[in-house]
C-alpha cells in the first residue's frame, strides 16, 4: 500500500494550459504540503494545510491554487502555465498534531511537470 | 531567516570507504534539524533528525549525525558505505517553537558510491 500518492507521475502540457495534480495520503495525518523541485533539486515549500485549513502560503504565483476536500487529499491546481513552471512537484503528509517543527514529513513519488 | 548550507553538490567516494556529508545552517532562533535522502526517481525519505537530547543521532542504515551548536552544523557520516547508498542527502532544519512544520532545504548533496 502506497502511503502517499501523486497523480499523474508525468505530466506533459503546453504554456497557457491549466492542470491540475492530485495526492491522497492513507496515513490518517493531519498535514499536507506541496513542494517545487527545480532542475538542480533545490526543493522548497509551496503550500501547508492542516486539516483542511491552509497554514503555509509561501509567495506562490496567484495561478497556483491548492484544494484540500477532506484531510486525506491536498490537489494542485495551476493555471496558465508558464515554461518555468516546469519542475517537479512533491506532495507530503505529517501528523500535524505533536510539537510544531518535529514531525517527520512523508513524501510522495512526486509529478514531472514539463511545460512546452 | 533561517538557511542552510551544503557546501559539497556532489561527493564521490568509493565503496566500504568512510564518507561525511556536510550542512550548516543559519538561525537567528533554535532549530530542529533532519536530514532526508532521495533515491533516484522517488521521493525524500527521512533519514535520522535532532529534536534534544543527545547531540549524535543513529539511523538505522548505519548513517549518523551531530548536532553542534558552537559550529552550527549537522554532519552525515557512515564509517562504510555501500553502492546502495547513492542518492541525494538533503539537510533541512525547521523552527523551535514556530507554529508549523515548515522545513528549509538544502541544496542537496549527491553522495555517488563506486565499486
Known amino acids: 500500500d502506497t502511503a502517499v500518492s501523486q497523480t499523474p507521475k508525468y505530466l506533459v502540457t503546453q504554456m497557457g494550459n491549466d492542470k491540475s495534480i492530485k495526492c491522497e495520503q492513507n496515513?490518517?495525518?493531519?498535514?499536507m504540503y506541496w513542494y517545487k523541485q527545480d532542475s538542480k533539486k533545490f526543493l522548497k515549500i509551496m503550500f501547508s494545510?492542516?486539516?483542511?485549513?491552509?497554514?503555509i502560503n509561501e509567495t506562490v504565483p496567484n495561478r497556483f491554487s491548492p484544494k484540500s476536500p477532506d484531510k486525506a487529499h491536498l490537489n494542485l491546481h495551476i493555471n496558465s502555465l508558464e515554461l518555468g513552471d516546469s519542475a517537479v512537484y512533491f506532495c507530503?503528509?505529517?501528523?500535524?498534531?505533536?510539537?510544531?517543527?518535529?514531525?517527520?514529513?512523508?513524501f510522495g513519488p512526486g509529478t514531472r511537470l514539463t511545460v512546452l | 531567516a533561517q538557511s542552510v548550507t551544503q557546501l559539497d553538490s556532489q561527493v564521490p567516494v568509493f565503496e566500504e570507504a568512510p564518507v561525511e556529508l556536510r550542512c550548516n545552517y543559519s538561525?537567528?532562533?533554535?532549530?530542529?534539524l533532519f536530514w532526508y535522502v532521495q533515491y533516484p526517481n522517488q521521493g525524500l525519505q527521512l533519514l535520522l533528525k535532532?529534536?534534544?537530547?543527545?547531540?549524535l543521532v543513529e539511523s538505522i542504515n548505519g548513517f549518523e549525525a551531530e548536532f553542534n551548536k558552537s559550529q552550527t552544523s549537522f554532519h552525515l557520516r557512515k564509517p562504510s558505505v555501500h553502492i546502495s547508498d547513492t542518492a541525494e542527502y538533503f539537510c533541512?532544519?525547521?523552527?523551535?517553537?514556530?507554529?508549523?512544520?515548515?522545513?528549509?532545504f538544502g541544496t542537496g548533496t549527491l553522495l555517488a558510491v563506486q565499486p
Open positions: 507530503a503528509s505529517s501528523q500535524g498534531f505533536g510539537r510544531a517543527g518535529t514531525d517527520t514529513q512523508y
Open positions: 496515513l490518517g495525518h493531519d498535514t
Open positions: 494545510y492542516n486539516n483542511k485549513e491552509l497554514i
Open positions: 538561525s537567528s532562533v533554535s532549530v530542529y
Open positions: 535532532y529534536l534534544s537530547g543527545s547531540t
Open positions: 533541512a532544519v525547521s523552527d523551535y517553537g514556530g507554529a508549523t512544520n515548515k522545513l528549509i
